[in-house]
């Protein structure tokens, strides 16, 4: 089993940054490729942010390229979302999630972190 726990969301005004951590326990996530999704009150789950195994790839939807980064320090098992230049509409819960090596599903979710952005 893995364990996955988001933490470093909070409230913020339009523009400032904030840096979400997801920390593994239970079994390591270091050969995983690992997302970062978020949803916002009424509407569906949305992909942010995918990572490979090694940090040597990553991809993001539209919305957040070239103001979210996302990273990862295996030795320590956690993942991270630096977001910069935030915006009212990203307010949301993000979620990370740990993506199968065979099945390429996301089979471990951690519980959410929320950011609220005012304009």
């Known amino acids: 089993q893995v364990q996955l726990v988001e933490s470093g969301g909070g409230l913020v005004q339009a523009g400032d940054s904030l840096r979400l951590s997801c920390a593994a326990s239970?079994?390591?996530?270091?050969?995983?490729?690992m997302g970062w999704f978020r949803q916002a009150p009424g509407k569906e789950r949305e992909f942010v942010a995918l990572?490979?195994?090694?940090?040597?790839?990553?991809s993001y939807a539209d919305s957040v390229k070239g103001r979210f980064t996302i990273s990862r320090d295996n030795a320590r098992d956690t993942v991270y979302l630096q977001m910069n230049s935030l915006k009212p509409d990203d307010t949301a819960v993000y979620y990370c999630?740990?993506?199968?090596?065979?099945?390429?599903?996301?089979?471990?979710w951690g519980q959410g972190t929320q950011v609220t952005v005012s304009s």
């Open positions: 990572i490979n195994w090694s940090g040597g790839a990553t």
């Open positions: 999630a740990r993506r199968g090596e065979a099945t390429l599903e996301y089979d471990y």
């Open positions: 239970g079994r390591s996530i270091s050969r995983y490729a």
